[in-house]
């Protein structure tokens, strides 16, 4: 089954054409990173018409280098939910464009879970089940996924998600964005001892993060040493956060990987990119003899690709959605019921 699939939910104007979820024939992504850099962050108007103006070039793109027409196809797969609602609106609705005028079948796809499906494509082997982490720039979820598209989540942030709080770190310390990238890249070589951060616990809820305070407390410490005219080690403190960002991910992942009998650990989103967390993940899993799955580097962030492997999976389950399909700005990943089931 060979799907085209759209991704337009941030930053990215993504097509890619996936042939049974796990083979990628074309991957087209169209970064708008440049065109927000100088308002420090994403402006949701600037992405939608970006997007607008991208979309026909990326998926035709694709398209060529998959060596396909339309009528090659299977199906069109685009992330309906979550996102900014008028990215994700232009992705879905040129994809509802598409399937009418093709004749295919149009398939909506949860954009978190198209983030753990980046590992079916790194690894064909891995199936479910298995215990994820799912890091990007505004979720941070530990989800039990039973099968393809069956997701329980078992811990989830109170407040800012990790990629949120490390961009918006990254900013007081004045690196430009994308926040979370460029400390991940100045904080190589930096010492995490040389600062101590508060490691946010949330009461009665074991598995669930709070990041917001650890923000604070980042933004505090430059507040503190700028009045009394000392200079902040950006290395240091950025290695500082990182690696408590990693204790409280690492900690309550292989806590719940425990309490619900897991040993096959797979890392998602933007967030997985990191350095650190990448070595921690692996220290962890190795002392606890847990088997661990993290997606290729280039499948990390915000990709079509993803969202044709989950798509194959969303299709097999009979997931199909008609023009009425509309996009979400928020939507939880175990109940993504975007329309119509129906068996094929
Ligand atoms: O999944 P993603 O590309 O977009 C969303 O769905 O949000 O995740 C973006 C997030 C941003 O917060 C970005 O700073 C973070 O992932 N990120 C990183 C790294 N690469 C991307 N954070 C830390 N270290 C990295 N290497
Ligand atoms: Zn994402």
Not at 103 to 110: C, R
Not at 159 to 177: N, Q, T, V
Not at 281 to 298: N, V
């Amino acid at each position: 089954m060979k799907l085209l699939a759209i991704e337009s939910s941030c930053d990215e104007t993504a097509a890619a054409v996936v042939e049974d979820g796990r083979r990628v024939l074309s991957s087209v992504i169209a970064s708008q990173v440049q065109a927000h850099i100088v308002y420090g962050g994403v402006v949701p108007e600037i992405a939608s018409r970006m997007h607008t103006e991208a979309i026909s070039g990326v998926v035709r793109e694709a398209m060529q280098q998959a060596g396909l027409t339309f009528t090659d196809l299977d199906g069109v797969a685009v992330t309906a939910a979550p996102g900014l609602i008028g990215a994700l609106l232009v992705g879905v609705n040129y994809a509802k464009g598409l399937a009418y005028a093709a004749g295919l079948p149009l398939i909506p796809v949860h954009h978190l879970r198209g983030h753990i499906a980046a590992n079916y494509i790194t690894d064909p082997a891995l199936a479910p089940p298995f215990l994820a982490l799912v890091v990007s720039g505004g979720h941070s979820h530990i989800v039990a996924v039973r099968d393809y598209t069956d997701f329980q989540v078992i811990g989830r942030t109170q407040d800012d998600a990790a990629g949120e709080c490390m961009d918006k770190s990254a900013r007081a310390m004045g690196l430009p964005y994308p926040g979370g990238v460029n400390l991940d890249r100045v904080s190589a070589e930096g010492d995490p001892s040389a600062y101590a951060l508060p490691h946010p616990r949330v009461d009665g809820r074991a598995y669930d993060f709070s990041f917001s305070g650890l923000k604070t407390a980042v933004i505090n410490t430059i507040h503190n040493a700028k009045q009394k005219g000392e200079a902040v080690s950006v290395p240091d403190l950025g290695a500082a956060l990182i690696e408590t960002v990693a204790d409280c991910l690492v900690g309550n992942t292989m806590a719940a990987a425990e309490a619900f009998g897991f040993d096959r650990i797979v890392l998602a989103g933007g967030v997985s990119a990191n350095s650190r967390l990448r070595r921690r993940m692996t220290a962890a899993c190795e002392a606890t003899g847990r088997r661990l799955w993290m997606p290729r580097l280039d499948l990390c962030g915000d990709n079509a690709a993803m969202i044709g492997a989950q798509g194959y999976y969303e299709a097999q389950s009979g997931h199909f959605a008609g023009l009425e399909l509309n996009a979400f700005a928020t939507m939880p990943i175990d109940a993504a019921e975007f329309g119509e089931t129906r068996s094929n």
